[in-house]
């Protein structure tokens, strides 16, 4: 589906390996975005960080998106309040932050994608990462269930996540599904 995306630039995380540059940054009146969106020929935002959970306005942002008869996702830690309005929710725990992960309440989502964060894995085992990954598909019950490569330096660990898949598939819980970022391997920023 033809989507534009809308980047909001604050965190409640500091994740080694996020790709969103937050020195580029710069405050723009809703009006603008609104304009900058109406540009393209589509129904379908996709507000996305950062965390866009946590900017002051993200609510009055849905609300006038919304308004306009758009369709809206979010692309969200899980960890902040999803904004009222919202069509569908993406929701990506990070295993790093594995701790307070156990500690946030879940809630329904319709996609659940988690990195499978080869560096924070080299002090736990692939079984403590699988288990963990499991319980988040518990906290918060979603129709789709996909593990994402990390892309650290321009390398992704493909392979390690096609592998975890299998292994978490085979324990038959739930099933999983490989999710790739097509932007970061054509080489699009």
Sequence with gaps: MPSVFVR????NLSCEWCDTNYE??????????????????VRNIILTGGEPSVHPRVEELVAAFKARGYFMCIES??????????????????????????????????????????????????????????????????KHRFLSPLELEGQMNILQTIETIGKLNAKGKQRWALSLQTHK???IE
């Design 8 to 11: 909001l630039g604050r965190c």
């Design 24 to 41: 580029e940054f710069e405050y723009k009146p809703l009006s603008r975005v609104l304009a900058a969106v109406g540009a393209f020929d």
């Design 77 to 142: 830690n899980g960890l902040a309040r999803v904004p009222v309005g919202i069509d569908f929710i993406a929701i990506s725990p990070k295993y790093c932050y594995k701790e307070r992960y156990e500690q946030a309440v879940g809630f329904d989502v319709d996609e659940l994608r988690i990195v499978v964060d080869s560096v924070a894995m080299l002090s736990h085992s692939i079984d403590d990462f699988m288990s963990w990954a499991e319980a988040m598909a518990s906290k918060f019950p979603a």
């Design 185 to 187: 391997l054509a080489g």
